[in-house]
């Protein structure tokens, strides 16, 4: 069965009203895929609100109880988008990153994914639901709550992709791609419809827009394609956007999956 995973970030979800639009996009992506999961940032600043209210009650706070404050943002958004498809007649469930099966390592606001046993996701999918997942966040092996640090929501989306052979992972943004530079601050940027792992790494690194390097670093090790569009176009099936793929690379099969390099 096709497998889609699908990725809204906080500009996607940051109003109430928002919610309905991407609920919308996700039905029309249901018309084509069989397994459709879709992984969901925290509505618009919510996530800076947060870590702003922490530093006013302790400027300096355990990083244990800091991520059990700022995971709180992708909890409101998964569950809002599922109540979003439920007035559509969407049969949706949402799930944390730890119900995920999200597995990391200990380092509390900056762990790493190093396994991802998606078992609840797969009996959900299974039973013809549309699962909604949080973003940015998982449990170590300890059993703690842990976040992944900048990028993470991104990472979290390439990281179920693999584990649930998904044939692609499609961004939803707040522009319509890849752009050579940051399309905010030039208005001479110019979209790239097609561009390999490295060069998106390299556009990464030098201007930090669109993805995190280790969901590019994730996605290139593991020959997933990745697809960069705009949540705004919903009509009709134009195919703006930005596509991140390389041709098969054989070495690639026998590097460990979620290892973090670089």
């Not at 700022?70 to 979003?84: H, K």
């Not at 990281?159 to 030039?186: N, Q, T, W």
């Not at 792992?197 to 827009?209: H, K, T």
Request: hydrophobic letters at 40%; a negative charge.
């Amino acid at each position: 069965m096709k497998t889609l995973v699908m990725k809204f970030g906080g500009a996607s979800v940051a109003t109430p009203e928002h919610f309905s639009t991407v609920a919308d996009i996700i039905l029309r992506r249901r018309q084509s895929h069989q397994r459709l999961v879709a992984v969901v940032s925290a509505m618009g600043d919510a996530t800076d609100d947060l870590i702003a209210l922490a530093k006013r009650v302790n400027p300096d706070p355990p990083r244990r109880e800091y991520d059990m404050l700022v995971s709180v943002g992708e909890r409101i958004s998964i569950s809002l988008l599922a109540m979003a498809l439920a007035a559509k007649e969407c049969d949706a469930i949402s799930f944390t990153g730890s119900q995920s099966g999200i597995i990391t390592s200990n380092q509390h606001s900056s762990a790493a994914i190093i396994d991802v046993k998606p078992r609840r996701l797969l009996t959900a999918l299974e039973g013809g639901k549309v699962v909604i997942v949080a973003g940015f966040q998982g449990v170590s092996s300890d059993g703690e709550i842990t976040t992944l640090g900048r990028g993470g929501s991104d990472t979290t989306a390439v990281a179920l992709g693999i584990a649930l052979g998904a044939e692609r992972v499609e961004f939803y943004k707040d522009v319509l791609g890849v752009y050579d530079c940051d399309p905010h601050h030039s208005p001479a940027a110019r979209l790239l419809p097609q561009l390999s792992y490295q060069e998106a790494i390299d556009i990464a690194g030098r201007s930090g827009q669109i993805l995190h390097l280790r969901c590019l670093r994730l996605a290139e090790r593991n020959k997933m394609p990745l697809w960069v569009r705009s949540f705004r176009e919903i009509e009709g099936e134009r195919q703006e956007g930005s596509w991140i793929m390389d041709s098969a690379v054989d070495s690639y099969a026998s590097m460990p999956k979620y290892e973090e390099v670089g």
